[in-house]
C-alpha cells in the first residue's frame, strides 16, 4: 500500500517563529488532507489539496503531486497551534485515507 | 453541513467485557462512514467502512466487528475485549455533495484493564 511518511517528527518553535511541516507519499493520490489533533483528541480539518497551493489565515499548504510530496506552512505560531499535524492521503479507487505518522508541534512563549 | 456525534466520550472497561461504541450522522443522507483507530498518539488506522445499511468492508483482522443498523448510525462492537484494543476511535464521514473530504467526530477513548 501506499507509504505516508512526515518530517520532522517533533518541533519546538517560539511564538511568532515560521515553520515548515513536509508530507512525503510513494504513489499518486486522488485526495490529500491536512490535519491538527488538538490536545482534546479533535482531528480539525486544516486543508483538502490534492494539488495546487491554498490559504487560510496563517496557515497555507502546497501539494506537487507529481513529485508526490506536500508542505504545509505556519507562519507567525502561537500556543494554540500546538498539537499533532496529520497529513493523509487517499489513492487509487479505495475508501480509505492512509495517515502520515504525524508531526508534534510545540510553541512555547 | 454534517455533523458527527460519538457515544460514549470514554470507557474503561476490564479485559474480556463486552463493547459497544456509537456513531451517529447529521445532515447528510446515504453517507460512506468510517471507523478509524489511534493507538499511541499517532497516526490513525482505518478499522471498518461502510457504504450503506447492512454493508460492512473490514480493513484489518482483528477482534471487533460494525454494524449499520441505519442510514447514519455506525457501531462498533467486541464480544470480549482484550488490552491491545485500547486507544482512541473515531468515526468519519465524506463531506457533502459528493465531497472527498472526509470529516471526524470527536472520538471515543477506550483504555482496556
Known amino acids: 500500500g501506499i507509504q505516508v511518511e512526515q518530517s520532522p517528527p517533533d518541533l519546538i518553535l517560539q511564538e511568532g517563529a515560521n515553520s515548515t511541516l513536509r508530507c512525503n507519499f510513494s504513489?499518486?493520490?486522488?485526495?490529500l488532507q491536512w490535519f491538527h489533533q488538538n490536545p482534546w483528541g479533535q482531528l480539525i480539518n486544516l486543508f483538502y489539496i490534492p494539488s495546487g497551493t491554498k490559504q487560510n489565515g496563517r496557515l497555507s499548504a502546497t501539494t506537487v503531486a507529481t513529485e508526490r510530496y506536500s508542505l504545509l506552512y505556519i507562519s507567525s505560531s502561537q500556543t494554540t497551534d500546538s498539537g499533532v499535524y496529520f497529513c493523509?492521503?487517499?489513492?487509487?479507487?479505495?475508501?480509505?485515507?492512509?495517515f502520515g505518522t504525524g508531526t508534534q508541534l510545540k510553541v512555547e512563549l | 453541513s454534517q455533523t458527527i456525534h460519538q457515544w460514549p466520550a470514554t470507557l474503561v472497561q476490564p479485559v474480556g467485557s463486552p463493547l459497544s461504541l456509537e456513531c451517529t450522522v447529521e445532515g447528510t443522507s446515504n453517507p460512506n462512514l468510517y471507523w478509524y483507530r489511534q493507538a499511541a498518539g499517532r497516526g490513525l488506522q482505518l478499522l471498518f467502512y461502510?457504504?450503506?445499511?447492512?454493508?460492512i468492508s473490514s480493513e484489518v483482522p482483528q477482534n471487533l466487528s460494525a454494524s449499520r443498523p441505519q442510514d447514519r448510525q455506525f457501531i462498533l462492537s467486541s464480544k470480549k475485549l482484550l488490552l491491545s484494543d485500547s486507544g482512541f476511535y473515531l468515526c468519519?464521514?465524506?463531506?457533502?455533495?459528493?465531497?472527498?473530504?472526509?470529516?471526524f467526530g470527536p472520538g471515543t477513548r477506550l483504555t482496556v484493564t
Open positions: 504513489d499518486s493520490v486522488n485526495n
Open positions: 461502510s457504504v450503506g445499511i447492512g454493508q
Open positions: 468519519a464521514c465524506p463531506g457533502q455533495g459528493g465531497s472527498y473530504e472526509q470529516y
Open positions: 493523509a492521503v487517499r489513492a487509487g479507487g479505495g475508501n480509505k485515507l492512509t
